[in-house]
């Protein structure tokens, strides 16, 4: 008789890490279901855990090291034991050390994959280089570092509060398809009286129930804020009290709105003036929670500062911040856990032995130095205790800085880089220079669930265990106040390894000076230390999780002397820690770094305004293309058009079209639609096809219908921090000739 078991675990096939429980016949996994008396997730689940037992069981997953033989790229390898593929890497890793410094490691990371992300950070900080990146740099980065410097914390980890939020603002970002645990308690606030608000050039589904939508030509979202200021001030609509009380800076602010009345930023935007005052409007008669959102960090060279900076005044003005129903403050996580001490953070600035280089492109964009880092973060610390726990969004490199410190030992070489939990041919910008990067980089490491365009490039790749394969504490880089642990629920299969594994044996290896505890379990006891419990008692105790949640406190900066982590302990409207590093901390709008009026003659020949990488399910990025069980959900990219657009460049819906910018085209379905704007293309992100060869230069069809590898990543286009243009630049589109195909791969071909 089979065996059944029901394994309660947090789903990390994204980052909402959703409590779900694994069922298991006979220690086969076989299905997986929400859990409905879950922490986390409101017991939902979604239609990715039809796809968890192939994922888990697929025979595309790497199961054993890897180390290339022949050409990097070409497709061939030998099975090597993790003991020669670890020996090999460290012993080259001192010898670049010894030769180049510290700082010559480098990574390329993705977003909020676990154990993966913060090992190798505590690796580096260790280690003594600066030079790690995660896309963190796109995905809020900007955010992160106005609402830093402005506030001393950022204010946008916590979703609306049905009952409490009288608005609800999403100013770009949809998550019917991003975020689907926040749009159901959107949806709740909605049921409970609360007003939809939303921003987007798309009439996106978010867009759909919204009461109130602006379609703004796309990366004008900077006009558009200041816009609202201009309204909030001029109607005295803003939170006097608040801002007398607690802000500096606000007569600059109040200055140059005056240059944005609402008929210039409706000349700009494209939205109508009657639509900007109500926004304003309603904005003031709250509470509103905004809700997180990425696009302004997306739009390049000042129009994304600008839009980053006006949101996060208008969330202080109207006096939402740290207030209930608003955009309350997260706060460090709490003092039962370490996190901050045991990531070794401040030796990224401090006690470095070795390291006093800082970034490859700290001089290019000083607000992510070392001296920014000190600076943003030791005010930060005065208030809360102790620093921002992610403080790497203070400091994160370009990735093109790192490519051309590969490519061209600028300003001092890169010679050896992980790709750990990342898929920078897919995901970044400027996907030609990484491939040139890729190929030329002295040593080569990746790690990863599969064999992706980027690791097909390595010179080892590593079989990572996943979140069915390890325990869990939900961590989210720190930036969170909810730690909830699970137990590891199934055992590692073939010789997949956790990505703590890695980290700590190539610690030991190196000779790193530090506690580096044995299996991953003991180090989240590490972190765990000061509550006096272990990893293991937390996951089997009735309230397995810490919050500092619970009984959430409001108006934190009024309370004990706190203030606000800034300089000044006040909200800086015109942040002081930016100033410090050469930028105009109040920001005017500039357009983006291409347009019609920016760059008129490139506009002739792209005459269309191209925004890219809108969420779409079920993929997570660049992630799950390979399962059967999902890909027939979507199994090609779209362009969405206008119908006019269309009709003008000869498309009907369903022919294949090239999207071209002046880095070249890549070919994608053509979806016509009203709910974008006539002169506004939007192509899908992240697409490889995992069903083509790997070899290079196929790399998995990565050159067909990659949109980065026709986004520029030039210096010059990137914003302040140097986050990478994804919304906003120019295009124009053409039917292709050869027509894109998929043939469905065999169903359940891993039973
Ligand atoms: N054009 C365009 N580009 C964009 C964006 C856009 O909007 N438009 N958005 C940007 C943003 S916001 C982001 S966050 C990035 C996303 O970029 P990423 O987060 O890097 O993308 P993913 O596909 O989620 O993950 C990359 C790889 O990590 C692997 N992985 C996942 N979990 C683990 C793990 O636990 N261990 C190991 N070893 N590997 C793991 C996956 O299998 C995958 O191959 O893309 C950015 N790029
Ligand atoms: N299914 C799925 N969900 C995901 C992810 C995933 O890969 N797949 N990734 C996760 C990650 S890392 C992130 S960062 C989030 C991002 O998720 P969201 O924050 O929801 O962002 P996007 O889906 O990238 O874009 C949201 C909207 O921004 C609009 N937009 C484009 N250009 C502009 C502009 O110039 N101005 C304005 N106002 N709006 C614009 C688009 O039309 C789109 O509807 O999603 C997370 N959730
Ligand atoms: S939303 Fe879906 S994929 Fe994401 S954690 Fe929850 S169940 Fe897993
Ligand atoms: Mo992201």
């Known amino acids: 008789m089979a065996r059944d078991e029901v394994k309660v675990c947090g789903c990390h096939l994204c980052w909402h890490q959703c409590e ?45 090291p890897r180390k290339r033989v022949g050409k990097r790229g070409s497709g061939r390898w030998e099975r090597v034991t993790w003991e020669e593929a670890l020996d090999d890497i460290a012993a080259r890793l001192l010898a670049i050390r010894e030769e180049s410094g510290p700082e010559a490691l480098a990574k ?39 609402e830093c410097t402005m506030y001393g914390w950022d204010s946008l980890g916590v979703a609306p509060m049905p009952g409490k939020s009288r608005n609800i603002v999403l100013w770009g970002s949809n998550p019917p398809e991003s975020a689907a645990v926040k749009w159901n308690s959107i949806r709740a606030c909605q049921d409970r009286g609360a007003r939809l608000i939303v921003v987007d050039p798309r009439f996106s589904e978010a867009a759909s129930y919204a009461d109130l939508w602006l379609q703004p030509r796309p ?39 005056k240059k944005y009345s609402p008929e210039r930023v409706s ?23 905004y809700v997180w959102s990425l696009s302004g960090c997306h739009y390049g060279n000042g129009a994304g500062y600008a839009a980053v900076y006006t949101q996060a005044v208008i969330r202080a003005i109207t006096g939402n911040i740290d207030r209930e129903g608003g955009n309350p403050m997260t706060g460090p996580l709490p003092n039962q856990v370490d996190w901050y001490n045991a990531m070794g953070w401040d030796l990224l600035v401090e006690h470095l032995e070795h390291s006093d280089r800082d970034s490859v492109t700290a001089n290019r964009f000083p607000v992510c130095s070392k001296a920014s880092l000190t600076r943003i973060n030791g005010a930060i610390k005065k208030a809360w205790g102790q620093g921002y726990g992610c403080p790497l969004y203070f400091l994160y490199p370009s990735s ?31 996907a030609r220079d990484c491939y040139e990067a890729l190929k030329k980089v002295d040593l080569l490491v990746g790690m990863d669930f599969f064999m992706t365009p980027s690791m097909a490039l390595c010179d080892y790749v590593l079989p990572a265990a996943s979140w069915i394969e390890r325990p869990h504490t939900m961590l989210y880089w720190g930036v969170s106040a909810t730690a909830i642990a699970y137990e590891q629920p199934l055992p590692a299969l073939y010789e997949r390894k956790d990505d703590y594994w890695l980290w700590k044996e190539l610690a030991h290896r190196v000779g790193l000076p530090y506690e580096w505890p044995d299996t991953l379990e003991s180090m989240y006891d590490l972190i765990l230390r000061p509550s006096g419990r272990t990893h293991a008692q937390v996951a089997n105790s009735s309230q397995y999780y810490f919050e ?44 983006p770094p291409q347009s019609r009026s920016r760059t008129p003659e490139l506009a002739r020949e792209y005459p269309l305004t191209l925004i890219s990488g809108s969420r779409v399910r079920p993929y997570w990025h660049t992630s799950y293309r390979e399962l059967s069980s999902l890909r027939w959900r979507h199994e090609l990219p779209e362009t969405q058009m206008h119908p006019e657009t269309a009709r003008a460049f000869g498309i009907v819906n369903g022919d ?58 030039d210096y010059d286009v990137c914003d302040f921090a140097g986050d990478h243009p994804y919304r906003g630049l120019l295009c124009r589109i053409r039917k292709a000739e050869t027509p894109l195909d998929f043939e469905r791969p065999v169903f359940n071909e891993f039973d």
């Open 20 to 64: 779900v429980r694994l069922h298991v016949e006979d220690g086969i996994l076989k299905h997986v279901t929400g859990n409905p008396n879950g922490v986390t997730g409101g017991g939902y689940g979604c239609e990715r855990l039809a796809g968890v037992p192939e994922f888990h069981y697929s025979s595309k997953r790497l199961n054993h």
């Open 108 to 146: 390329l990371g993705g977003t909020i994959h676990g154990p993966a992300d913060w090992a190798s950070w505590r690796f580096f900080n260790q280690w003594g280089s600066p030079n790690s990146f995660n896309t963190g740099k796109d995905c809020g980065q900007a955010n992160t570092i106005v």
């Open 219 to 257: 990366a004008t979202d900077g006009a558009l804020g200041w816009g609202v200021i201009h309204i909030l001030i001029e109607e005295g609509l803003y939170d006097k009290e608040f801002v007398e009380r607690w802000c500096t800076g606000f007569d600059q602010v109040t200055e140059k709105a």
């Open 267 to 289: 000349k700009i935007t494209g939205v109508p003036v009657g639509k900007i005052l109500r926004f304003a409007r309603a904005y003031a008669d709250g509470p509103t929670n």
């Open 400 to 430: 093109r800085g790192i490519y051309d410190a590969i490519r061209y030992g600028e300003p001092y070489p890169i010679r050896a880089l992980f790709i750990h939990a990342g898929n920078p041919l897919v995901t970044l910008a400027g």
């Open 548 to 591: 500092s949640d619970t009984g959430r406190e409001f108006e934190r900066y009024a309370k004990e002397g706190r203030g606000f982590g800034t300089a000044s302990g006040k909200c800086e409207l015109a942040p002081s820690a930016l100033a410090a590093c050469g930028l105009d901390p109040v920001p005017d709008y500039v357009e």
């Open 656 to 713: 294949t079209v090239l999207v071209e910018t002046p880095l070249g085209s890549v070919r994608q379905r053509a979806c016509v639609t009203t709910a974008i704007a006539p002169d506004v293309v939007h192509a899908e992100a992240f697409w490889y096809y995992p069903e083509q060869p790997a070899e290079d230069p196929y790399l998995f069809g990565v050159w067909d219908s990659n949109i980065n590898a026709i986004i520029p990543d």
